[in-house]
Nanobody, 121 residues
Framework: QVQLVESGGGSVQAGGSLRLSCVMS???????MAWFRQTPGKEREGVAL???????RYADPVKGRFIISEDYSKYTLYLDMNNLQPEDTGMYYC????????????????WGHGTQVTVSL
């Protein structure tokens, strides 16, 4: 059983920054980890992926602005979000999967409860 707890969301003005954190229950396994976001009426979309080997991948809308990283000693995944824009508003979720995964939410078996990010003009 994997537990994920997100934090760090909040309200910022356009151009601002936030750092999201996702603390994972201690595990000896190396998981594929990702951040997703969702707004009402829309499907959950992948934002950033960290493969088990540490390589990363980003959705086009966030490339150059968001950075996914991890501190494995703290079982923590981060998402540094810079130059935030109103279209970045949404509930952000952390997800984990032991087997191979892409930025398709259907690939992931474990999810956190989310943290809200609101960006205003």
């Amino acid at each position: 059983q994997v537990q994920l707890v997100e934090s760090g969301g909040g309200s910022v003005q356009a151009g601002g920054s936030l750092r999201l954190s996702c603390v994972m229950s201690p595990t000896y396994n190396k998981y594929f980890m990702a951040w997703f976001r969702q707004t009402p009426g829309k499907e959950r979309e992948g934002v950033a992926l960290m493969n088990a080997d540490g390589t990363t991948r980003y959705a086009d809308p966030v490339k150059g602005r968001f950075i996914i990283s991890e501190d494995y000693s703290k079982y923590t995944l981060y998402l540094d979000m810079n130059n935030l824009q109103p279209e970045d508003t949404g509930m952000y979720y952390c997800a984990a999967e032991l087997n191979r995964a892409s930025m398709n939410p259907d690939d992931f078996g474990w999810w956190g409860h989310g943290t809200q990010v609101t960006v205003s003009l």
